[in-house]
C-alpha cells in the first residue's frame, strides 16, 4: 500500500453534504430528519454522504450500482471487522488469500479504490494489511463499477466508501463485550457528548479491544482501536472538526502464502482446516495513526466551501515464513521454504478543497461540485538479511503437516533499505447534475490527474510520471414515480503498482465503462430493487506472469480482459416485521483470445440477510444470512474449490430497553472449504459461535 494507502480504512477524510437533511438506512428507506431532536439550526449536523458522485443524489437516483451497508446489520451479524463486514455486500468477494492480506474484488477485478466519507485515493495494490476495526463507521457505501468520478484514477470493479461516526445532537452511548469460539474476546464503547449548553459544539469517542485465536494451529491476533472526533460551530455558517484515531493490531503465527495444495503426481492435496505453513516464531504488527482538520462553511447562497487536511502514520513489522513447491504423497516432502523479515514506514498528506451548490438554467435547478486536492506519499521498507548456508529456514521443510516448532527462527543480521517509494498525486474535478426535464437528469463529470512516483524499488531505479483525463457521463429517466431506468459510461485509468521482471513499474491500464438498468422502489419506497447490465474492456491490466528465480518476488505483464454481466439486489423492509438484504451477480471474463480469465472470481454469487422481529415479542430478533457461489480455480497453481453454501444465524433478546442479547453462529452447516484462490488461499473456519451484550445509556 503506498500512497493510496493515505484514506485506506481510516477514519480521517472529508466530503459530506451540509445542505442536505436526510439520512440513509440499512433498508434503504430515505426519512426526513426527525427535527425535535435537533438542537441548533445549522451545518454541523446537516450532513449525508456524497461518496458516490460528489452529488446530493439518493441511491434510486444514481446511475451506477450501490449498496449500503448499516452499522446495525454489522452488528446484528457480528461484522466487526471491515473483512467481516464486506462479506455481507453484494457483488463482493472478500479473497483472504493471506492471515494478513486481503484483496476485495467486485466483477472479476480488484477493488482499487477506497474512500473515507466521499474522499480518498486508489490501493494501487488493492491490499489490505491485517485485521481492521468496523466499529468506528456508520455505514459503508459499496459502489460497484468503473469509479472515475470518484476518484480521478481506478478500473471496472468499484469503490468502498467508508462513513465514519461523527458527535450526535444528543448525549448518549453504549458498551458492549462479546465472548466466542477461539477464545474470542472483545469489548467496545461509543459516547457522544455535547460540550456547549446550545449543543453548537460536541464530541464522540470511539473505542475498542479485541483478543482471539483462531481456527488455524498457532494463529493468535489482538486489536486495540481508539477514535476521537470534535465539531463545532464557528459562526452560523462555518463548522470547523478536528480528529484522531489510533490502531494498534498484533499478530502471531500468521502465515505469508497459503496452503499447499499440489501433490507432485499433480492431484490436488486435502488438508485439515488448521493446518498452515507457519512456524511459531513469526508475526505481523501494524500500527496507524490517523489526523485531520476540516473547514466547512456555507455562504448565504447556499453554495458550500470544504476545506480539508489530513495525515496519516503506518508503521508495521514482520517475521515472515513463506513454503513452497509440491508436496510427495507418500512421504510428505517437498517443500521449500524461505524465510523474510521486513519493516516498512508510510507518511502519507492530502490537501483537499471542494465547492458545490445548486444553479439556475434555462429555468430550472442544477447542481454542480468541483474542486482540487494534492496527495503526497514517502514509502520506505526495510529487509533483515540472513544467512541463506546456515539458516535452517531456508531449504527444504521437514514433512508437512510439520509442527510450529520444527524449523528454527533465522539468526537476523543487518537492515538495510528494500524500497524507498514517493508519490505525488494533484486531481482536479468535477461533476456535475443537470435537470433536463423533471423526469430526466443527466450527469456528467470529469477527473484530471497529474501522477508522480520516484525512487528505488529492490534495487530498480524508478522514474515515472503520468497525465490523464477521465470523463464519466451517466442519465437517469424516472419511467414512473417509483422506478428509475439509467446509463453510464466512464473511461478507466490506473497507474499501476505491479513491476516487470526487471523491477520496473508496468504501464497504467486504460479501458472503458458502459452500465444500465433499472431502480425501483417498493412499498411506500421502504424497499429498492435494482437490476443492471454491465460490461467492461482493460488492456495492459497486471497479470501474474511468473516468479524472479533470484528474488523469488512475483512479476506481471500487462494482458487485456473484458468482463460482462449483471446483478439483481433488493434492500429494505419486505413488512413492518421483516428486513431483506440479497442480490445476484452474474459474470463472464474473458482474455484477448476469447478464454476464461480470472477463474479465482466466482461466475455466479448468491448473498442474503434477512432480519425478523417476532410481532407477538416484539423485543426479540432472529436473522439468517449466507453465501452462496459457483466453482472457482487458479490454473496457475493447479488448485480447484468446487461450488459451496455458508450459512449464518443470530438470535437477539432486548431484556429491557437499554440491555440485550445476541448469540450469533456462523457457518452453520460447518462446510470445509478453501476461502480464496485469487492466489492460493487456506480453509475457512468451520461452525463457530458468539455471545455478545450491549447497555446504551
Do not use: C
Not at 458516490?52 to 444514481?62: D, K, N, P, Q, R
Not at 451548490?357 to 482540487?372: I, K
Request: avoid cysteine.
Amino acid at each position: 500500500m503506498k500512497l493510496s494507502s493515505l484514506f485506506a480504512l481510516t477514519p480521517i477524510a472529508f466530503a459530506l453534504s451540509v445542505n442536505a437533511q436526510t439520512t440513509q438506512s440499512d433498508t434503504v428507506e430515505v426519512k426526513e430528519a426527525d427535527v425535535e431532536k435537533i438542537r441548533i439550526v445549522g451545518v454541523r449536523q446537516n450532513r449525508v454522504s456524497r461518496g458516490a458522485t460528489g452529488l446530493t443524489m439518493e441511491i434510486s437516483e444514481t446511475p451506477q450500482s450501490i449498496s449500503i451497508l448499516s452499522e446495525d446489520l454489522m452488528q446484528s451479524f457480528g461484522a466487526f471487522n471491515i473483512n467481516d463486514a464486506l462479506k455481507l455486500a453484494p457483488g463482493i468477494n472478500v479473497e483472504e488469500w493471506e492471515t494478513n492480506r486481503t484483496n476485495y474484488t467486485a466483477r472479476g477485478f480488484e477493488i482499487k479504490n477506497t474512500q473515507i466519507d466521499g474522499v480518498g485515493l486508489p490501493n494501487d495494490w488493492g491490499i489490505v494489511t491485517g485485521s481492521v476495526e468496523a466499529y468506528g463507521y456508520e455505514e459503508i457505501e459499496v459502489i460497484r463499477g468503473a469509479n472515475g468520478l470518484l476518484t480521478g484514477v481506478g478500473n471496472a470493479s468499484g469503490t468502498i466508501n467508508y462513513v465514519r461516526k461523527r458527535p450526535t445532537n444528543e448525549e448518549g452511548g453504549e458498551v458492549g463485550a462479546s465472548i466466542g469460539s477461539y477464545n474470542f474476546k472483545r469489548v467496545q464503547g461509543d459516547y457522544s457528548m455535547l460540550l456547549t449548553e446550545d449543543g453548537s459544539w460536541a464530541a464522540r469517542v470511539v473505542g475498542s479491544f479485541e483478543d482471539k485465536e483462531s481456527h488455524l494451529d498457532g494463529l493468535e491476533n489482538d486489536r486495540g482501536f481508539v477514535y476521537g472526533v470534535i465539531d463545532g460551530q464557528l459562526t452560523d455558517n462555518a463548522t470547523i472538526t478536528f480528529g484522531l484515531s489510533y490502531q494498534d493490531a498484533n499478530t502471531d503465527g500468521n502465515t505469508w502464502g497459503g496452503l499447499v495444495f499440489n501433490y507432485t503426481d499433480g492431484t490436488q492435496a486435502e488438508w485439515d482446516i488448521n493446518d498452515t505453513t507457519t512456524q511459531e516464531w513469526t508475526k505481523w504488527d501494524t500500527e496507524t495513526t490517523n489526523a485531520f482538520v476540516e473547514l466547512d462553511y456555507e455562504f448565504d447562497n447556499d453554495w458550500q466551501l470544504l476545506l480539508s487536511y489530513n495525515f496519516r502514520g503506518y508503521e508495521d513489522e514482520s517475521k515472515l515464513f513463506y513454503a513452497y513447491g509440491a508436496i510427495d504423497k507418500e512421504t510428505g516432502l517437498g517443500l521449500v521454504g524461505w524465510p523474510g523479515r521486513y519493516d516498512s514506514e508510510i507518511d502519507s498528506h492530502l490537501l483537499e478543497g471542494r465547492v458545490f451548490g445548486d444553479f439556475e438554467l434555462f429555468g430550472r435547478s442544477h447542481e454542480v461540485n468541483f474542486g482540487v486536492s494534492h496527495a503526497t506519499s514517502d514509502d520506505v521498507s526495510f529487509v533483515h538479511a540472513f544467512d541463506y548456508a546456515t539458516t535452517p529456514a531456508y531449504g527444504p521443510t521437514p514433512a508437512f503437516p510439520y509442527g510450529l516448532d520444527a524449523i528454527a527462527e533465522p539468526e537476523w543480521l543487518g537492515v538495510s533499505e528494500y524500497s524507498n517509494i514517493e508519490q505525488t498525486l494533484t486531481r482536479y474535478f468535477g461533476s456535475a447534475r443537470f435537470s433536463v426535464t423533471d423526469a430526466m437528469h443527466i450527469i456528467a463529470g470529469f477527473n484530471a490527474i497529474d501522477f508522480e512516483r520516484t525512487g528505488q524499488n529492490a534495487g530498480a531505479v524508478i522514474d515515472n510520471s503520468e497525465s490523464e483525463a477521465s470523463p464519466y457521463v451517466g442519465a437517469t429517466y424516472a419511467v414512473t414515480e417509483d422506478v428509475n431506468a439509467y446509463v453510464s459510461y466512464s473511461d478507466v485509468y490506473q497507474p499501476q503498482e505491479q513491476y516487470d521482471v526487471n523491477g520496473q513499474y508496468l504501464d497504467p491500464t486504460k479501458g472503458k465503462n458502459f452500465e444500465a438498468g433499472f431502480k425501483a422502489q417498493w412499498f411506500d419506497d421502504r424497499l429498492l430493487t435494482t437490476f443492471a447490465y454491465f460490461t467492461a474492456e482493460q488492456d495492459n491490466l497486471a497479470a501474474y506472469a511468473g516468479t524472479n528465480p533470484e528474488t523469488l518476488q512475483y512479476y506481471y505483464k500487462g494482458v487485456s480482459v473484458e468482463s460482462d454481466g449483471f446483478e439483481i439486489e433488493l434492500a429494505g423492509q419486505l413488512t413492518d416485521d421483516l428486513r431483506i438484504n440479497a442480490s445476484y451477480t452474474n459474470i463472464d471474463v474473458e482474455d484477448e483470445q476469447g478464454n476464461d480469465a480470472n477463474l479465482w472470481a466466482p461466475r455466479d454469487v448468491v448473498t442474503f440477510q434477512l432480519g425478523y422481529t417476532v410481532p407477538q415479542a416484539p423485543e426479540i430478533e432472529v436473522g439468517f444470512g449466507g453465501r452462496w457461489q459457483s466453482e472457482i480455480s487458479n490454473v496457475d497453481y493447479n488448485v480447484k474449490q468446487g461450488a459451496y453454501f455458508l450459512g449464518n444465524v443470530y438470535a437477539s433478546h432486548a431484556f429491557t430497553e437499554d440491555f440485550t442479547v445476541r448469540m450469533n453462529i456462523n457457518n452453520i452447516f460447518d462446510k470445509k472449504y478453501i476461502n480464496s484462490l485469487h492466489t492460493v488461499g487456506y480453509y475457512g473456519a468451520g461452525i463457530n459461535a458468539q455471545l455478545s451484550a450491549s447497555y446504551t445509556f
